[in-house]
């Protein structure tokens, strides 16, 4: 099988496990490479090494021992809350549910150590993301970043850093249905930066002020409808 070739979820073994080692985690270093593309900055990898023997967690997806994913995450100053810097898929083997099996794997790491809760940033105008993080996982936001890293490069270059802070509480009952804010987001948001780029610029102040607005009157997303690509909002 070519590694660039998608693989066949039923045909594929995944092993989900600690990183060991400074070649394993060289390896995430490069993946990180792979997945965000040129010119974007890793997290290097003695720094993870030394994080994950702090007390951070460094977990990968391996196949046939090669890391297929990775998802890197740390100890905040509050105890019992951790918070997860990065998650990477590899392009090819995005068809086999990684991004929700890492952060399964992460949830039971977590609940090991005595963490209740794990938040991180993330793209709210990427549908994969709005759609694992707030819709699968059920995790929920009411923090709004403007330009929360500045200038990026990679697959990230061209539009503002805005970042929403998403909360995943492992054990919360989940809420009940939102409202949808009337905001759908991009089918693709790579090829509408690549053919589009103003109207990729124009999504992105659009839902800035939309979820500004929302968080402003106490409300939080609280879900994500794939279908019609929405955010569902609920009172605080």
Known sequence: MSLLAPMAPAQTAVTFRDLRGMAEFTEAEALQRAVWGAGDVPDPADLMMVIQAEGGLVGGAFVEDRLMGYVFAFPTATPGVQHSHRLAVRAEARGLGLGLRLKLYQRDWCRARGIHLTRWTYDPL???????????????????????????????????SDRLVAEWHFDAQPPAPGTPLDLPLPEDLDALLATNPPEALRLRLALRDGLQAAFAKGQRVTGFDKVTRRYLLSPA
């Open 126 to 160: 990427r549908l994969p993301n709005a759609s694992l993080n707030i819709g699968r996982l059920g995790a929920s936001a009411g923090d709004y970043r403007v330009e929360y890293y500045g200038a990026m490069a990679g697959i990230n270059a061209g539009l503002p």
